[in-house]
């Protein structure tokens, strides 16, 4: 089992450029999230998916982001014209099946916008 | 709405000294709670979740106690290691009914730093 598998994993965009981060979630896990961590705001919810539905997507910048799951076995998080405030850890998350169910993070995308 | 405080951003210690780190928490719903522990360039992993019949977790010397009436989750370990250091956050999934899927509401997140 190698986890949950986030590419790239570090990123450099110039400010009004578009980013695209993608995530492999653990084979059979149900549910899919995406999490921004930096040091001022810590680790804040972006989206999930459930069975590739999105569910909640309460964490989204409306304007620029944007989070697919086209099938079970990755989705992606597009940035369009990101700005210096993007600039984040973005990490993906599965779990098995139900919300008290653990959730195993991927190493993240470290994401420069300059 | 749903929130998580951790009132310690930075907490150094010595080692062999007790560990106790503060975790409060809001929820319009009967949560879960969660200790994740992320250590320097590496993803947060769990190291323990709360009971729905009350039993206190455990796991590598740490443990915590959900207390409803005060609504904490205070993390503690009797005696700290080196290797403790890390970033530990606390957080709720606020469960709308026992199966629903549901993120993860994290608090800011307490820094240790255990010392010899």
């Known amino acids: 089992n190698a986890g949950v598998i986030q590419t790239p994993r570090h990123k450099v965009t110039g400010k009004g450029q578009e980013a695209t981060l993608w995530c492999e979630p653990i084979?059979?896990?149900?549910?899919v999230f995406w999490y921004r961590q930096t040091i001022v705001q810590g680790l804040e919810f972006l989206t999930y998916f459930r069975n590739q539905a999105p569910i909640d997507d309460s964490g989204m910048p409306k304007e620029r982001f944007s989070a697919q799951m086209p099938n079970q076995s990755h989705s992606t998080l597009k940035i369009q014209s990101t700005q210096p405030q993007d600039s984040a850890v973005y990490l993906c998350?599965?779990?098995?099946?139900?919300?008290?169910?653990?959730?195993?993070f991927g190493p993240g995308t470290r994401l420069t916008v300059l | 709405g749903d929130s998580v405080t951790q009132t310690e951003g930075l907490v150094t210690l010595t080692e062999g000294l007790p560990v106790m780190l503060n975790c409060t928490y809001q929820?319009?719903?009967?949560?879960?709670l969660f200790w994740y522990v992320q250590h320097l360039n590496e993803a947060p992993k769990l190291l323990l979740k709360?009971?729905?019949?009350?039993k206190r977790p455990e796991h590598q010397g740490f443990h915590a106690t959900l207390h409803k009436s005060s609504s904490s989750f205070h993390l503690q370990k009797s005696s700290a290691q080196l290797s403790d250091s890390a970033l530990y956050y606390c957080a709720l999934s606020p469960l709308i009914a026992s199966s629903s899927f549901s993120k993860l509401v994290f608090g800011q997140g307490t820094s240790l730093s255990v010392v010899p």
């Open positions: 929820s319009t719903y009967s949560p879960f």
């Open positions: 084979s059979g896990h149900s549910a």
């Open positions: 709360s009971f729905t019949d009350n």
């Open positions: 998350a599965s779990s098995l099946d139900w919300g008290g169910d653990e959730q195993y």
